[in-house]
């Protein structure tokens, strides 16, 4: 199993950003996949989710309307599309498999390597 990154990156607020999370070894469509996140000094917290045919997502109450969880299980992409970013988004992403129906930090069994995004002027 992989989950690769990329995407992320510097931002000024009220920016946008990309997310992408390609994903191999395993049957992509079968998994909930999500986005976590982790700010320096703080815990790693759920940021959003997708159920496995990508129809039901899920997010924090602090990015609803601003982030956009996408996955497509065509090409075993997992997307996370943030606009009207802030700088208390700046943190660490990580993408993760989740082995229920919706992710959560506690039944996540894979994660991808990280990318940064930092918001700042």
């Known amino acids: 199993v992989q989950l690769v990154q990329s995407g992320g990156g510097l931002a000024q607020p009220g920016g946008s950003l990309r997310l992408s999370c390609a994903a191999s070894?395993?049957?992509?469509?079968?998994?909930?996949m999500g986005w976590f996140r982790q700010a320096p000094g703080k815990e790693r917290e759920f940021v959003a989710g997708?159920?496995?045919?990508?129809?039901?997502?899920n997010y924090v109450d602090s990015v609803k309307g601003r982030f956009t969880i996408s996955k497509d299980n065509g090409e075993n992409v997992l997307y996370l599309q943030m606009t009207n970013l802030r700088p208390e988004d700046t943190a660490l992403y990580f993408c993760?498999?989740?082995?229920?129906?919706?992710?959560?930090?506690?039944?996540?069994?894979?994660w991808g390597q990280g990318t940064q995004v930092t918001v700042s002027a």
């Open positions: 993760a498999r989740s082995r229920g129906p919706m992710p959560t930090l506690t039944n996540c069994d894979y």
């Open positions: 070894g395993f049957t992509f469509r079968s998994y909930a």
């Open positions: 997708v159920s496995r045919s990508g129809g039901v997502p």
